[in-house]
């Protein structure tokens, strides 16, 4: 790599063998062209700097790509491709090789394109990192918006106020004896006390652990000392809160469980119930739809010059957030506002660039909470905190922190929960002893003998009998597509004249929801998007099978009961990315049914837009459904189908997150059998960032 055209051939090559994007080129020839003497190992780093944008990572770790560089290239394991290559020497390994990292910080120094910090270069570099200059920014503002917040004065240390919240969270979780014998802590009540000191929080933890609930009694608390601090019978102002999710579908399934807590909350002990309840929100927006999107541009209309009106905001489902939008949340945040942000620090990070819930989360399980926070904590709370869980030299960041440690939803007779547990260890030996237990709500169907009528019978009714499937074959029925194809046709409104147009719209609204709400009922859920086992495949083969099953008419791209899937936000229509429609046929004035697509209105109410077709341009058949667009979903029954052959997406995250969005049954389908399973718990997602690093000079002071 002595020259420009040296590096430039060997970044054409890899892109032709799909290890790199053409962009990536692209930006190596535009800084070769500006700044015709950079040195060629810069233009490398400049390349793979680009390329790891599209690969979920901030920035280039220059260490971890010379160690790997797999880590750094869109190049799976024994690549067969390589063999193709015009000479060896052109494979990344054997040209990283030839690289020491000393000689690469030295070719990045070119103050013209590379800078250590705030400055024009298209390139920054901090130690063995290297980011484009927008997203070193971005990680700059989340850092800077997160710890301004962490050192907030809090009135809740002062023993006036630590009363009142000590009586509050009584009120809402009740208080154990001081002799009684020790019991597992209520880590949801040791999080509401924590989330109320500071104007930061995060309250992380796996499915059915109770992260809604806990954030329903946070804001009951929340509320209960800012309506209760005026003086006198009248109830002082009330907090505006607002509720987001990253996407409809998560905001949509919020809504619900939001709405159930709010109304089971009890309140009785506190003076102003009602008004309590009532200040509660049960309304969930999407983050676009909160920060008001402008169509053609990336920037909202909210930011630090316009910011949001509200006193707290809590994201849910968080890990889908990437370092992009959470550094324009922050913008939009007014300086007083507290933030909350929920979510499983274990899941699939967002698909864009930045993995910030788990980086945030990285301390998470081992808490190090300090020696005055944890006595704070036990104070106020009645709780007691394991040893364990105390260091003190715990960071302010890990005094905002809660992990919730136990699951409501998966019991110790639940496969579900035992397998995803054994799956977030890597543990191939816990995975295999969950399978031979016999649990009775999971099973697996070996595809790699190519037995489509299994895949057939599973996706049709939710149910298979394979000579190749395990002993642990679903023997009662399970819903599968059949279910919500057959809710359509039967519960369809027959057109009545007699009716106004408002009642007539009223019942056929009725209707799309019971659809597509049968529709979650059962979801195929698949790893990649192309070949035979990934979305695209599996979407036309399911479709084929169901219309042998007479189930649809594939007339045509659009036909009745198509389920579909948002791909791009539409600003026009109002449709975010993610959000699911079905195509029903809704009658005109005169009687004559066109077919519409029904999507939830996604504004916290139970309305349903009706959208033409024709008006739809960015969306997709939903039979399958990738697992990275399954987060902020729950379904009945989910069906997790890996394909025949390894791939650097295939990862023990992405089978966690795959097998926890199951409410009540589980199959674990394999085209490759038992190794792609294995290949799973050996990978992890790495993403290269530096979020979590700028917390660790942050001690936390004894006076919090």
């Not at 023997?475 to 597509?481: I, Q």
Request: hydrophobic share 45%; proline share 5%; with cysteine.
């Amino acid at each position: 790599m002595e020259s420009h055209r040296a590096v430039r051939a060997l970044l054409a090559a890899w892109v032709e063998h799909g290890w790199l994007r053409r962009v990536d080129l692209a930006f190596a020839d535009f800084l070769a062209r500006e700044v015709p003497d950079a040195a060629p190992l810069l233009l490398l780093a400049a390349a793979l700097a680009s390329h790891q944008l599209g690969r979920g990572h901030a920035c280039l770790d220059l260490a971890a790509t010379l160690d790997d560089p797999s880590f750094a290239l869109s190049m799976p394991p024994d690549d067969p491709r390589a063999r193709d290559l015009d000479t060896p020497a052109m494979l990344p390994s054997k040209v990283l090789a030839r690289v020491t990292l000393a000689q690469w910080c030295d070719a990045l120094s070119d103050p013209a394109l590379v800078a250590s910090g705030a400055g024009d270069t298209p390139l920054v570099r901090v130690g063995a990192r290297v980011y484009l200059r927008r997203y070193w920014q971005y990680e700059q503002n989340v850092r800077n918006g997160i710890a301004a917040r962490l050192r907030q004065p809090v009135a809740m240390s002062d023993a006036a106020h630590a009363r009142g919240l000590g009586a509050a969270l009584d009120a809402l979780f009740g208080r154990a004896a001081p002799d009684a014998p020790r019991a597992r802590a209520d880590w949801q009540k040791l999080a509401c006390a924590l989330a109320a000191r500071s104007a930061f929080s995060i309250v992380t933890g796996g499915p059915g652990t109770g992260k809604t609930t806990t954030v329903v009694k946070l804001l009951a608390l929340l509320q209960s000392m800012a309506i209760s601090s005026g003086h006198g019978a009248a109830p002082s102002r009330a907090l505006r809160i607002r509720l987001a999710a990253p996407t409809g579908k998560a905001a949509a399934r919020l809504n619900e469980s939001i709405a159930g807590a709010v109304g089971g909350l009890k309140l009785d002990a506190f003076e102003h119930a009602d008004a309590i309840r009532a200040a509660i929100p049960v309304a969930v927006t999407t983050l676009h739809r909160l920060l008001g999107t402008r169509a053609d541009s990336r920037r909202f209309r909210h930011n630090a010059d316009a910011p949001l009106s509200l006193d707290v905001l809590v994201i849910d489902e968080a890990s889908m957030i990437d370092l992009e939008m959470m550094a324009a949340v922050l913008d939009a945040l007014p300086p007083h506002a507290r933030l909350i942000l929920l979510g499983d620090k274990d899941q699939l990070a967002s698909v864009e660039a930045g993995a910030v819930l788990g980086e945030l989360c990285r301390r998470a399980y081992d808490a190090h909470y300090t020696p005055p926070m944890r006595a704070w904590l036990e104070t106020i709370t009645g709780e007691r905190i394991d040893d364990r869980l105390v260091d003190p030299d715990g960071t302010l960041l890990d005094q905002a922190v809660v992990m919730l440690r136990h699951s409501h939803r998966f019991k110790d007779s639940s496969g579900i929960g035992r397998l995803a547990s054994a799956v977030n260890a890597g543990s191939a030996l816990e995975f295999e002893k969950v399978w031979k237990h016999g649990y009775g709500d999971i099973a697996m169907l070996d595809c790699a003998h190519g037995d489509d009528s299994a895949l057939r019978s599973l996706v049709v009714d939710g149910t298979f009998r394979s000579p190749h499937a395990t002993e642990l074959d679903f023997t009662a029925p399970r819903d599968g597509y059949r279910h919500y194809l057959d809710l359509m046709r039967e519960r369809r409104p027959a057109y009545d004249p007699d009716l106004d147009a408002h009642d007539r719209q009223r019942a056929h609204d009725a209707w799309a929801r019971d659809v597509l709400r049968a529709h979650g009922a059962f979801q195929l859920l698949c790893a990649l998007r192309r070949g035979p086992w990934g979305v695209e495949g599996l979407n036309r083969r399911i479709e084929t099978i169901l219309e042998a099953e007479g189930l649809i008419d594939v007339t045509s791209e659009w036909y009745l009961g198509r389920p579909v899937l948002v791909t791009r936000n539409d600003y026009e229509l109002g449709l975010m990315n993610g959000d699911i429609g079905m195509t029903l046929d809704l009658p005109d004035a005169d009687g004559r049914s066109r077919l519409r697509v029904a999507f939830a209105a996604g504004d916290g109410t139970d309305a349903i837009k009706w959208v033409l077709p024709s008006r739809l341009q960015s969306v997709e058949t939903v039979f399958a459904l990738t697992v990275h667009k399954s987060q902020g979903s729950e379904f009945t029954h989910a069906a997790l189908v890996l394909p025949d052959a390894p791939s650097p997406v295939i990862t023990r995250e992405l089978v966690y997150t795959g097998i926890t969005r199951a409410r009540a049954f589980l199959t674990l389908a394999s085209a490759g059998g038992q190794r792609i399973v294995r290949h799973a718990l050996q990978a992890q997602v790495l993403r290269a960032s530096g979020l979590s690093e700028g917390f660790a000079f942050a001690p936390a002071s004894e006076d919090r």
